[in-house]
């Protein structure tokens, strides 16, 4: 439950990944995601993206399933914010 509204990739066993936020999933790993883009490698031409939504994709077709890494949180220093001008601060984790 972790997962849900994160974005993930799906590995599928015809070579294809999908990657989308997480909506529901059930026991059997049926998974439904939103904002779908789906990336395939074609032999001779490269990599191949498609925009496809909203998604069900069967449990029988999944290979793995990676969470995505959520971008570090950069903050502004407020003493140079002031002077117009801004500079990125690392946060420290907790």
């Known amino acids: 439950m972790q997962y849900v509204n994160k974005k993930l990739v799906l590995t599928l066993d015809n070579g294809r990944d999908i990657l989308g936020t997480l909506l529901a999933f059930d026991k059997h790993m049926n ?8 990336t395939r490698n074609k032999p001779g031409t490269g990599t191949i993206s498609r925009e496809l939504g ?3 994709i069967r449990g029988d077709n999944v290979v793995s399933v990676r969470a995505v890494p959520r971008a570090k949180k950069v903050e502004e220093d407020p003493a ?14 907790n």
């Open 54 to 56: 909203l998604v069900v």
């Open 80 to 93: 140079t914010s002031a002077r117009g001008k801004t500079k990125p601060v690392a946060v420290k984790p």
């Open 31 to 38: 998974v439904v995601l939103s904002d779908a883009t789906e």
